[in-house]
């Protein structure tokens, strides 16, 4: 949910001026929109203040309900809907069922995982992306500050930027 869409761009070559960049931008009270990078650096969550992702909270929730529903497919298939005595043994002997159990935890964690996590990235197929900068998926890290957020001080965060190590400075704006 964007307030507004003219941002600053900080250009980097470096993933360690980058991280030095970040915690220098953010101390000196600018609010940072995002930081794109072309491939993973170690620490940038940190530095940009992230918290820990819920996404292990939901996959064990999901994975729960997998457990829960299996069981009772099973128990209400061997018990009531067909029971069928199958070498001798009970109706709804568990053992048995530990498999199919297994499976459904598995499945149903997974595709509740792939769910939630579309769901809170705001991924969706009619979305058109925003893409500050084309090089930031080949070798050029993009630190991306909303004006909006940070009262419009255009030409501090531009001071901010260049002293602490951007190669390049620009102005963004989308429709």
């Known amino acids: ?16 001026v980058l991280l030095n960049a970040v915690k220098e931008v953010r101390s000196s009270g600018v609010k940072i929109h995002e930081v794109y990078s072309p491939f ?3 620490g940038l969550d940190e530095v940009l203040g992230y918290r820990r992702s819920r996404l292990p909270i939901a996959a064990f929730l999901f ?13 209400y298939m061997m018990k009531w809907d067909w029971p069928m005595i199958i070498g001798g043994k009970d ?3 568990f053992p048995t069922m530990v498999p199919v159990g297994f499976e459904l935890t598995v499945l149903l964690a997974a595709l ?5 996590f579309m769901v809170s990235s705001d991924l969706k197929p009619y979305k058109i992306p925003r893409i500050f900068d084309l090089r930031s998926t080949d070798d050029k890290h993009i ?17 901010v930027l260049k002293s602490s190590g951007a190669s390049e400075v620009n102005n963004k704006s989308f429709e």
């Open 112 to 116: 509740g995982m792939v769910a939630v």
């Open 91 to 93: 109706f709804g002997n």
């Open 40 to 42: 993973p650096v170690h």
């Open 1 to 16: 949910m964007e307030r507004d869409k003219n941002f600053v761009l900080g250009v980097f070559d470096d993933e360690d």
């Open 63 to 75: 994975g729960m309900l997998g457990t829960t529903l299996a069981l009772l497919m099973q128990f």
């Open 143 to 159: 630190m991306a500050i909303d004006l909006a957020y940070n009262d419009g001080a255009e030409d501090k965060i531009k001071e």
